[in-house]
């Protein structure tokens, strides 16, 4: 599977932008879906997670009610939309997936090693 993440950018406080993640396979809904980040000098971490047909999201504690993680089967794209962006939210932002997660929940989809594919990832900055 190859992961294509795109849509960041330069932004300002408080401003909105989506990220999208294309998926290089017709049955992208075989797979759940993860966003992560990682700013300079720290360790990448889990942003969002989304099920197979998309019933089940987890997010970080720090994008809780600003992010919205979708998917469209489809389309083989998976979604990150991001509202009332911040400073720290600047990061090179990740898509990934994995086929086999079990049990699937808001432990499981945090775990960078639980996810076989990623993307090369999109930077967002967000300036004060």
């Known amino acids: 599977v190859q992961l294509q993440a795109s849509g960041g950018g330069l932004v300002q406080t408080g401003d909105s932008l989506r990220l999208s993640c294309a998926a290089s396979?017709?049955?992208?809904?075989?797979?759940?879906v993860g966003w992560f980040r990682q700013a300079p000098g720290k360790e990448r971490e889990f942003v969002s997670g989304?099920?197979?047909?998309?019933?089940?999201?987890y997010y970080n504690d720090s994008v809780k009610g600003r992010f919205t993680i979708s998917r469209d089967n489809v389309k083989s794209t998976a979604y990150l939309q991001m509202d009332r962006l911040k400073p720290e939210d600047t990061a090179v932002y990740y898509c990934?997936?994995?086929?086999?997660?079990?049990?699937?929940?808001?432990?499981?989809?945090?775990?960078?090693?639980?996810?076989?594919?990623w993307g090369q990832g999109t930077q967002v900055t967000v300036s004060s």
């Open positions: 989304i099920s197979w047909a998309g019933t089940n999201s």
């Open positions: 396979v017709r049955t992208f809904s075989h797979y759940v």
């Open positions: 990934a997936t994995a086929r086999y997660m079990q049990p699937y929940d808001g432990g499981t989809a945090s775990i960078p090693d639980k996810y076989d594919n």
